[in-house]
């Protein structure tokens, strides 16, 4: 384990606050100290909040001014919008997990002692996946609106791909060459994608629930449970996802992840992914829909 892994503090001599990485005290002339997270690194300031009748919330205004709450409750930490943002870009592009990236801001924040600077790693991930659904219902169109998104109504198909009402002529029937708008699907999944069991399942939040490409739970264990495998005797030699598939996964809700996409272009289909449960092969298969 690197040194820098443990939230153990270390004396930071004449750096920070007093030789510390946490200013002395919890407000400064009334006003709470609270951790601000920006792409530069971890920083305490004082937030003065507006009291008048007519203010509003804390949580709005805190939104007013660029921060993100970690929490409802008490706030103590916020995040930048460019923080989440930068985040979610490093985590698409660059495979960048929380807890590298914290470890950047911290190092960046006390490069002789990071360990001193306050842990916030479980605060990014639970804001950063709250803050991408939030983007997501923006880009949709459901930021401003009352309505609620349904199946597969933040997801989008193939745009080149033929789509009635999308991207073909309304006499599109009427047109002799058909074959011009025949749908061709391809299915594949990932054996590799295994999700360890949690211990305490009810406390798990589940922010989508087959608005995005993921099919909706409830649909897919009643498939599930309905369901009989029967087990085909491999006949092709050394096919490792055929014969990795029969080993044990201990612990594991999730042993991998099956999906159809357009045979031409690759791009998902809304609402057609699953997650592979121990013991069931085709069963995940079958069990996708989409609406055509």
Same mark, same amino acid.
């Given at each position: 384990?690197?040194?820098?892994?443990?939230?153990?503090?270390?004396?930071? $001599?004449?750096?920070?606050?007093?030789?510390?990485?946490?200013?002395?005290?919890?407000?400064?002339? $009334?006003?709470?100290?609270?951790?601000?997270?920006?792409?530069?690194?971890?920083?305490?300031?004082?937030?003065?909040?507006?009291?008048?009748?007519?203010? @509003?919330?804390?949580?709005?205004?805190?939104?007013?001014?660029?921060?993100?709450?970690? *929490?409802?409750?008490?706030?103590? *930490?916020?995040?930048?919008?460019?923080?989440?943002?930068?985040?979610?870009?490093?985590?698409?592009?660059?495979? *960048?997990?929380?807890?590298?990236?914290?470890?950047?801001?911290?190092?960046?924040?006390?490069?002789?002692?990071?360990?001193?600077?306050?842990d916030r790693k479980r605060e990014l991930a639970r804001a950063e996946r709250q803050w991408r659904n939030l983007k997501?219902?923006k880009w949709f169109g459901f930021g401003h609106t009352d309505a609620i998104p349904g199946d597969t109504d933040l997801?989008?198909?193939?745009?080149?791909?033929?789509?009635?009402?999308?991207?073909?002529?309304?006499?599109?029937?009427?047109?002799?060459?058909?074959?011009?708008?025949?749908?061709?699907?391809?299915?594949?999944?990932?054996?590799?994608?295994?999700?360890?069991?949690?211990?305490?399942?009810?406390?798990?939040?589940?922010?989508?629930? $087959?608005?995005?490409?993921?099919?909706?739970?409830?649909?897919?264990?009643?498939?599930?449970?309905?369901?009989?495998?029967?087990?085909?005797?491999?006949?092709?030699?050394?096919?490792?996802?055929?014969?990795?598939?029969?080993?044990?996964?201990?612990?594991?809700?999730?042993?991998?992840?099956?999906?159809?996409?357009?045979?031409?272009?690759?791009?998902?289909?809304? $609402?057609?992914?699953?997650?592979?449960? @121990?013991?069931?092969?085709?069963?995940?298969?079958?069990?996708?829909?989409?609406?055509?």
């Amino acid at each position: 384990m690197d040194e820098d892994d443990s939230d153990v503090e270390e004396p930071a $001599g004449e750096y920070g606050w007093a030789g510390s990485g946490r200013p002395p005290n919890r407000d400064l002339h $009334g006003a709470p100290i609270v951790v601000v997270v920006h792409t530069n690194g971890v920083h305490h300031l004082p937030i003065s909040l507006c009291s008048c009748p007519s203010a @509003p919330d804390p949580i709005t205004q805190y939104l007013q001014m660029g921060f993100y709450p970690s *929490t409802y409750k008490q706030i103590e *930490t916020v995040f930048t919008f460019q923080v989440l943002d930068d985040y979610r870009l490093e985590n698409l592009e660059c495979q *960048t997990s929380c807890h590298h990236y914290y470890s950047k801001l911290r190092r960046m924040t006390n490069s002789i002692f990071p360990t001193s600077v306050p842990d916030r790693k479980r605060e990014l991930a639970r804001a950063e996946r709250q803050w991408r659904n939030l983007k997501e219902w923006k880009w949709f169109g459901f930021g401003h609106t009352d309505a609620i998104p349904g199946d597969t109504d933040l997801a989008l198909f193939c745009p080149t791909c033929p789509q009635p009402g999308v991207n073909l002529p309304d006499n599109w029937e009427d047109d002799e060459y058909q074959w011009k708008y025949f749908r061709s699907f391809v299915v594949d999944g990932n054996f590799v994608a295994a999700h360890q069991q949690q211990l305490r399942t009810t406390d798990d939040v589940w922010i989508k629930d $087959g608005e995005g490409f993921m099919t909706r739970r409830a649909p897919y264990f009643d498939h599930l449970r309905c369901t009989t495998e029967i087990r085909e005797p491999c006949t092709c030699n050394e096919h490792r996802a055929v014969l990795d598939r029969a080993k044990p996964h201990k612990g594991c809700d999730v042993t991998g992840i099956g999906a159809f996409a357009c045979l031409r272009h690759g791009c998902y289909c809304p $609402g057609d992914r699953a997650a592979n449960r @121990p013991r069931v092969n085709f069963a995940n298969i079958s069990s996708f829909t989409y609406r055509i």
